[in-house]
């Protein structure tokens, strides 16, 4: 899927999980407006940098190789 289609997709599943939790813990129906644009924008950053966090991330839990 590559890492455009993977951070779209992470998107919109984050999207529905914040909207299903909001469901549950709020009391919201599923014609209650929520914000779409901030897990948009997480997955835009995912794509641009999510590389280096992984490779970040990595080194700081496995030890530097």
């Known amino acids: 899927m590559g890492d455009g289609g993977g951070g779209v997709v992470a998107g919109f599943l984050l999207g529905g ?15 209650s407006l929520q914000p779409f644009g901030p897990w948009l924008v997480g997955a835009l950053l995912g794509v641009l940098v999510g590389g280096e966090v992984a490779g970040w991330f990595q080194a700081a839990s496995l030890g530097a190789r």
């Open 17 to 31: 999980l914040a909207g299903l939790g909001g469901m549950l813990a709020l009391g919201l129906s599923r014609t």
